[in-house]
């Protein structure tokens, strides 16, 4: 069974500076999908930034980027020029191609990371 | 606009009386699912239906059932609520091909059950 770690329940960063979030998995899959996804006082579920494991280059939207490390199973998020808006709850996600059975399709969550943006 | 609906957003309940939550699409997805989402544990799924009548358990189906008998709707029923279903839940969908294709989240039910 795949499991996602975030340890860090809280982070806080000032106003346009740079923060990492954590985040480790554990599979035996050799192909699978990474995500981080965004959840504002509001609830909605936001994706804010996918990786595919077959792909070396490390995937970044705007201000936000990744350290995947396939060997290390490490999936870290980057948050650059921090803004007020980016306070948020992180999840970290995965989810499996080859997963058959009741895993399919299936998103596997971390525990979330709570970040502050301080202005 | 393509998206995910949830009715209610907010609901109240008492310990053993049946409820219904409803989740709607417009995007043509095969694939939806239930997740509920707690501090601490993040998202897990309830039950995910791949087609219309094609239904299966998540990780924690205990206490719940579903439904799939149109491709757009996949309603989450708790037949005698209990507290520990207090919880956030959300609907989600996608095409069959996922996770090459992302998932819409709907905008979360927030239910408390006394």
């Known amino acids: 069974a795949q499991t996602v770690t975030q340890s860090q329940p809280e982070m806080s960063v000032q106003e346009a500076e740079t923060v990492t979030l954590s985040c480790t998995y554990d599979t035996s899959e050799n192909n699978y999908y990474l995500f981080w996804y965004k959840q504002p006082p509001s609830r909605q579920m936001i994706l804010v930034i996918r990786q595919e494991a077959y792909k070396q280059q490390n995937a970044t939207e705007n201000r936000f980027s990744v350290n995947f490390q396939k060997a290390a199973k490490s999936f870290s998020l980057k948050i650059s020029d921090s803004q007020l808006g980016d306070t948020a709850m992180y999840f970290c996600?995965?989810?499996?191609?080859?997963?058959?059975?009741?895993?399919?399709?299936?998103?596997?969550f971390g525990q979330g990371t709570i970040l502050t943006v301080h202005p | 606009e393509a998206q995910v609906t949830q009715n209610p957003r907010y609901l109240i309940t008492v310990t053993g009386k049946k409820l219904t939550v409803t989740c709607s699409q417009n995007m043509n997805h095969e694939y939806m699912s239930w997740y509920r989402q707690d501090p601490g544990l993040g998202l897990r799924q309830i039950y995910y239906s791949m087609n219309v009548e094609v239904t299966d358990k998540g990780d924690v189906p205990e206490g719940y059932k579903v439904s799939r008998k149109e491709k757009r709707n996949f309603p989450l029923i708790l037949e005698s609520p209990s507290p520990n279903q207090t919880s956030l839940y959300f609907c989600?969908?996608?095409?069959?091909?996922?996770?090459?294709?992302?998932?819409?989240f709907g905008p979360g039910t927030r239910l408390t059950v006394t």
């Open positions: 989600a969908s996608s095409f069959r091909t996922a996770p090459r294709n992302e998932q819409y």
């Open positions: 996600a995965f989810t499996s191609p080859n997963a058959g059975g009741t895993s399919y399709g299936k998103l596997t």
